[in-house]
């Protein structure tokens, strides 16, 4: 049985997208918005980079597969930045 495909690519895409979205949120916030905020947004930054990296490069099914996740995580947490800046 094949192991199935990811497609880290397509997650990192949506994981950019989220956090363009995050980001125009934030601007639009108030101070306690923004503040609440720049800890999750960084840290969807941070783990989008070592998606795109570890996409790019990588050749292994598992490396794909922690890229993939590594963007998800990275989704999630500029949802989070976005769902603060918007309330707070």
Known sequence: ??????????????????????????NKAKDSGK????????????????????CKTEKDVRKHAEAAREAREAQGYAEEAQTLAERL
């Open 35 to 54: 503040a609440a905020a720049q800890t999750p947004l960084a840290k969807a930054k941070k783990n989008l980079i070592h998606a795109e990296a570890k």
């Open 1 to 26: 049985m094949r192991a199935p495909r990811t497609d880290c690519g397509v997650r990192v895409n949506d994981a950019l997208e989220s956090i363009k979205q995050a980001e125009a949120a934030v």
